[in-house]
DNA sequence: CCAAAAGTGTTGCTTGTACACCCATGT
DNA sequence: ACATGGGTGTACAAGCAACACTTTTGG
């Protein structure tokens, strides 16, 4: 050993956030160690040897939905000294963005996971309601920095349904005319020749990603600053 | 013990910025421990028990510069297995802001340390030169969306000298007219009835921050994109 | 026919950007 | 007198925001 230094556990928490029903969703499960079993918690777990931090967060992520090669960003780390009354824990938190049609259902549920609306997150355990609050701040400030929504809406979607995502992830209402011009100008989606007749009457256009290289991308800054 | 999980050395590693000579300024020291000792470094430690990482982060700007109540931020934790060669740590970067001419130059000098200019900033240890390119990234964030500054100009300043900053954060040149009109717009600086005329013939206004309460902020987005 | 979402257009306002231009003064 | 940074003003462009209006179609 070459340092002589205090060491700590390390935990990562994922702040895993879906989109259905036109409602943001985050992923909550209810805890199964103790201290605090059986409440309401983030997905999370401790860094293992050989493992960073955000190998750490895939492998949670890929133990609860089954899914892989997810977007991943660091929120902060959580480090209070009492923050845990288990023990002494530094934990990292990051917020993760996923598509919920594709995710293990069966998986979600063995972990006793549940989706619920970020309108509606109950008392987390420790300090997990902060750790929310951060994380979706997180994601606001991504969503206003290039259009988001990737990891988040299926395939194909209409500019009703992004319209949609960003007046969750805002928690306020757009003007549908000055929205759709706003992302228009950034030139990142493209409309194809379908069209979705469920949702209106008139029926809307499907729209999609483009490929990231074909985006060109010049400075996009979103300022998402549409009143509704 | 109540979980059973390994433990890691966590380490805090301080990218302070300092501002002189229309320039910014990166605090570096040579490490006085192995493994890499003697090469340049920056400014970290270890956490200890019953200490936060901001808490570890302080303690470390006291013994480096002396100085206390210092604006810290997280820039991110850098966990990648094999980053230091000693040991597995896991480092957290905090980027701290300092007036350069309140710093203690007696206990800088006994660490070894010296300011250099963002400019030129040496090969670095491990992971560090990366750290601090995300320690100015977090910097740059923070002085597009509010007026930066109060931790690293003097007292009084001139608007010449709050552009100069501006200058060397973003490492490029802003219309001294529009930097001017864009700032007094935001209200948080008050204009003094002194006069610098050291730096200018016709002598330039000094002007000081405004208190915290009666700067009215009302949703302040800098959106710094003017041009030389 | 009516409601409701899709999509386009118009207009006023704010803000960014590029300048021109005067001011004060040390050399 | 002139070069230099300080400070103000102007004019155009770009983007935001509010909202009118037309299209389409299921109920």
């Keep these: 050993m070459t340092y002589q230094h205090p060491k700590f556990l390390v935990a990562v928490d994922c702040v895993i956030f879906g989109y259905q029903d036109a409602d943001l969703k985050l992923l909550l499960h209810h805890r199964d160690i103790e201290p605090a079993k059986g409440q309401w918690s983030l997905m999370g777990g401790f860094v293992s040897d050989g493992e960073s931090v955000e190998d750490a967060a895939m492998r949670v992520l890929y133990q609860t939905t089954g899914l892989t090669n997810i977007y991943l960003e660091q929120v902060a780390a959580f ?3 009492d923050r845990d009354p288990g023990a002494r824990v530094i934990s990292i938190a990051l917020v993760a963005l996923i598509r919920i049609d594709e995710h293990d259902r069966e998986l979600v ?3 006793g ?3 619920r609306s970020v309108n509606e997150v109950p008392k987390l ?3 997990h309601n902060e750790i929310v609050e951060k ?7 991504r969503a206003s920095n290039e259009l988001a929504g990737r990891e988040l809406l299926p395939e194909h979607f209409t500019f009703g349904q992004l ?7 805002f928690q306020r209402t757009f003007d549908p005319g000055n929205f759709r011009k706003k992302v228009l100008s950034l030139n990142v989606i493209e409309r194809l020749d379908i069209k979705n007749t ?10 999609r990603f483009k490929d990231q290289n074909e985006s060109n991308d010049p400075e996009r800054i979103f300022k998402i600053h549409l009143k509704g």
Excluded: C, P
């Design 79 to 81: 480090s209070a000294v």
């Design 109 to 111: 549920r063995k972990n």
């Design 113 to 115: 996971a549940h989706w």
């Design 125 to 127: 355990i420790f300090d």
């Design 135 to 141: 994380g979706l701040e997180t994601l606001q400030k």
């Design 163 to 169: 319209r949609s995502l960003y007046e969750a992830i």
């Design 198 to 207: 469920k949702e209106s009457k008139k029926g809307a256009y499907y729209h």
